[in-house]
């Protein structure tokens, strides 16, 4: 028998959540404009997005991105074996 604990950690496994997810091509709003990025990279602990014909990095909290839906719930991969 599950205890409530145990059952709160299940729950808790299988969360979805939202966020914006950036990569390269992806199409953002900045001040009313819509740009694309161009890579993205970690620096100093900091996200930092690199728009296309932009030399300065920009802030994700700058961006508009609709978001993502993720989960944390485990699903595994089927394999695909090529002869």
Same mark, same amino acid.
């Given at each position: 028998? *599950?205890? @409530?604990?145990? @059952?709160?950690?299940? *729950? @808790? #496994?299988? @969360?979805?959540?939202? !966020?914006?997810?950036?990569? &390269? /091509?992806?199409?953002? +709003? =900045?001040?009313?404009?819509? *740009?694309?990025?161009? $890579?993205?990279?970690?620096?100093? #602990?900091?996200? !930092?997005?690199? %728009?296309? /014909? $932009?030399?300065? &990095?920009?802030? &994700?909290? =700058? %961006?508009?991105?609709?978001?993502?839906?993720?989960? +944390?719930?485990?699903? &595994?991969? =089927?394999? $695909?074996?090529?002869?």
């Amino acid at each position: 028998m *599950e205890t @409530a604990t145990e @059952a709160t950690a299940t *729950e @808790a #496994r299988g @969360a979805t959540f939202l !966020m914006p997810l950036f990569k &390269p /091509g992806i199409e953002v +709003t =900045q001040n009313g404009r819509r *740009e694309k990025i161009s $890579h993205v990279i970690l620096r100093r #602990r900091e996200l !930092m997005v690199y %728009l296309i /014909g $932009h030399e300065d &990095p920009v802030k &994700p909290n =700058q %961006l508009l991105l609709a978001p993502s839906l993720f989960t +944390t719930e485990r699903r &595994p991969e =089927q394999l $695909h074996w090529y002869l």
